[in-house]
């Protein structure tokens, strides 16, 4: 009479194990949507610096230099980047190609639909720099990358992808 009614429950202990089963499958999956995700943003930012490469080809041919930035301060790269899309803006060549990009990196300033900024997918706006007396004599594009912070190590150079 003991031992008549075994109880079939689930103990505490099982509990526990099966969470803990569930948090670390939970962890994984989120780790990797956010790197496919972040790859997914590295290509179409790798896709942009393409384009807008084309673009200031195109410009060259026409004006014979590229629009001038030789301030290296991504403080200012906001105006940076408007500088350079009004310049390309300004050859025809130029601006077709630019009228290829995402419209989601596009963002127009109000009341002036000439003066764009130009975005990564992380919303940071991108930078250009441009002195012919330093360095590659090609323009370079940077994204702040992942992390919305300019000068860290996540950050994309038209130049070679991630700077460091």
Known sequence: MA???HRRAVTLIEMLVVLGIIAVLAAV???LTRRVD???KEKAVDSAFTLLSTSLREYYELR???PLQTERNSANALAHIELMMQELRSVPESRRVLDQLDPGLVRSQEGLAEVSELRDPWGTVLDYFYDPGVGDSFPE??????DKRFGTADDISSKGGRKI
């Open 64 to 66: 014979g230099e590229f």
């Open 38 to 40: 972040n790859q997914s």
């Open 141 to 146: 594009l940077i994204s702040a990358g992942p």
């Open 3 to 5: 031992d008549c009614h």
């Open 29 to 31: 999956v989120v780790t």
